[in-house]
């Protein structure tokens, strides 16, 4: 039986092209993969299962999603039955909490934080998540969408986007859309969320809403007492959620032109670090429509796990090893004939697999 675990060494998949690592395989010393939608329905054109066609690339955990379950329609949060079939073929887990935590307007939200805890932990408890091991939250770029709000504004001197440079953008990137919605949007808000002039709105001007996000988490998830706290970030957030203690362990984003990478990479306090994507064009999730290859994210770390802390392996890979996080030792136990449902409550720690003959008694 594996384990949810703190941080490991780890990889990520993708359709698009333009990515810095090799084709549908793992950086050298990558161990770990993350992914928007279900590991378990993964098929590859070989005829492999997903599973197998992971622990082939030397990958034995899966970074897998919460989400508001009662509102998910792309797959993304992981429910009991995934986590099982994880579980059950021989992988660790880790979980991160993302909700539309990519859009600065999330965090203006004054409960928010609260409604994420309350989603993460419903989840938590109905995955089975052991005792001790950390949910991460992310903050998926709010500082930098900020910094490229102000750019745009600029760019179009204080007015909306005109329709050439909307084109302009879309036929650069289509993924540019976001950013153009996000901009009209930020012509509406930013007098009344920041109460300055535009040209003078830092990246640092988002602080005070992200704190008040982990605050509250905090205040959900200590009360709850089950669980420990990280984040998915830029340099900058992750260093101002360590320095006012809201986080015990940060994930840092691989986009190195968002704010502060360099200097927190360089400090070696992360727990895990995001690097460039692989490409798997063969490979597809079982969803009953037509939907793209899975994308799953490269990432280094200091350590990987195996059945108990004091089993912690330490690999120096490309980064030197400076430290070692891990988890309190409990097996993850999903009870099958539990139905899952938003907000249920069951008595998790530690719950049983009926189908486990050492497990009748309890």
């Not at 090799?22 to 070989?46: R, Y």
């Not at 989840?123 to 998926?140: E, H």
């Amino acid at each position: 039986m594996k384990f949810w675990i703190v941080s490991v060494l780890c990889l990520m998949l993708s359709t698009q092209a333009g990515f810095a690592a090799p084709s549908c395989a793992a950086h050298k010393g990558m161990t770990a993969v993350d992914m928007s939608q279900p590991a378990n329905t993964i098929t590859t054109s070989s005829g492999k299962s997903g599973f197998a066609a992971l622990k082939a690339m030397g990958v034995n955990t899966i970074i897998r999603y919460y989400d508001w379950a009662n509102e998910d329609i792309s797959c993304k949060a992981l429910l009991p039955s995934e986590s099982d079939a994880i579980i059950a073929a021989g992988f660790n887990i880790i979980s991160v909490f993302q909700h539309e935590n990519d859009d600065p307007e999330s965090f203006f939200i004054k409960s928010r934080g609260s409604t994420d805890s309350k989603h993460a932990l419903t989840l938590a408890k109905a995955n089975g998540q052991p005792k001790g091991s950390a949910i991460y939250f992310a903050v998926d770029g709010v500082d930098q969408t900020i910094r490229d709000m102000v750019f745009e504004h600029g760019m179009s001197n204080g007015h909306k986007m005109s329709k050439k440079r909307r084109r302009h953008l879309i036929h650069a990137d289509r993924n540019f859309i976001r950013h153009i919605r996000r901009y009209g949007r930020f012509l509406k808000y930013h007098a009344s969320v920041f109460h300055k002039p535009v040209e003078t709105i830092k990246a640092t001007d988002m602080n005070p809403a992200i704190i008040r996000y982990f605050e509250q988490v905090n205040a959900v998830v200590k009360t709850d007492n089950n669980y420990k706290i990280g984040a998915y970030a830029s340099g900058a957030v992750c260093e101002l959620l360590l320095g006012h203690k809201l986080i015990d362990y940060c994930w840092l984003a691989q986009s190195t032109g968002w704010p502060g990478f360099d200097h927190f990479f360089h400090s070696k306090r992360w727990a895990m670090v995001q690097e460039r994507s692989t490409l798997c064009r063969t490979w597809n999730f079982e969803q009953g429509q037509s939907l793209p290859p899975p994308q799953v994210r490269v990432l280094i770390s200091v350590c990987s796990f195996t059945h108990r802390c004091g089993d912690a392996v330490c690999t120096a890979s490309l980064l030197r090893v400076v430290r070692c996080l891990c988890t309190s030792p409990f097996p993850l136990r999903v009870c099958n004939d539990v139905p899952f449902a938003p907000h249920i409550s069951v008595p998790f720690f530690p719950p049983f697999r009926p189908s486990d003959p050492e497990d009748q008694t309890h």
